[in-house]
């Protein structure tokens, strides 16, 4: 069936819908798709529709719990899935972890960080971080140094190797923002760009604000 063809059948299925006997008075997306869906099922007889077809709270609130549970696996995957392409990434570099060019490509692009502040905007906690920081400044790809405006605070930057070393690992890095995209046409990379934006200032929020509150206190957070 081609796209005009299509449309055409829709348009007809809409009418039906809006205009039938069904006793259906709340017209919703929600409502036309379960139309469409009892419509076309398969093997089953299509009989009058009633206004119950359509109230199923507990199939709504099953399936919804179920994406939830969903969007958290498929998160996870997917950064178990980036973690092992930027270690391929990295292979013949100096910078050995995704956190260690977290911490590089971050200091790159916003200079004069202190250590906490890094933390912030990496996601890292201070012990964990604090580490990272050592082996960087083993391996001299950082530096430490007092800013002559404010000299209370110690700051954070690269060395021209840990430049250097960062300007060569790009190339590969490129490479793995091509494979995780995966084969999303623009319009679903603009898309996606926006949801998991609008999700990462969420808990963007909750972590520099509320991360020492236990998750009831984080879920009324989130849903009020």
Request: proline share 4%.
């Amino acid at each position: 069936m081609k796209a005009p063809e299509l449309l055409h059948h829709l348009l007809d299925d809409f009418f039906e819908f809006t205009q039938g006997d069904s006793g259906i008075t709340t017209f919703t997306p929600e409502a036309f798709a379960a139309f469409l869906q009892i419509k076309y099922r398969e093997s089953q007889p299509i009989g009058p529709l009633m206004q119950s077809d359509f109230e199923q709270p507990d199939l709504v609130m099953e399936n919804e719990n179920k994406d939830k549970r969903d969007l958290l696996i498929l998160l996870t995957y997917l950064y178990k899935y980036a973690r092992l392409y930027i270690k391929k990434a990295l292979v013949h570099s100096k910078i050995q972890t995704v956190d260690e060019f977290a911490f590089l490509i971050t200091l790159i692009m916003t200079p004069d960080l202190t250590k906490s502040a890094l933390f912030a905007k990496t996601i890292t906690e201070k012990t964990s971080g604090t580490e990272i920081i050592k082996r960087l400044r083993e391996r001299g790809l950082v530096e430490e140094y007092k800013n002559e405006i404010n000299k209370k605070n110690v700051y954070l930057r690269l060395t021209p190797l840990g430049k250097s070393e960062l300007l060569q690992v790009m190339p590969n890095m490129q490479l793995v923002t091509e494979i995780v995209s995966g084969t999303l046409s623009e319009f679903e990379l603009k898309f996606m760009h926006q949801v998991l934006t609008k999700l990462e200032k969420t808990h963007n929020s909750i972590y520099l604000d509320d991360r020492d509150d236990n998750l009831e206190q984080i879920h009324q957070k989130v849903i009020s």
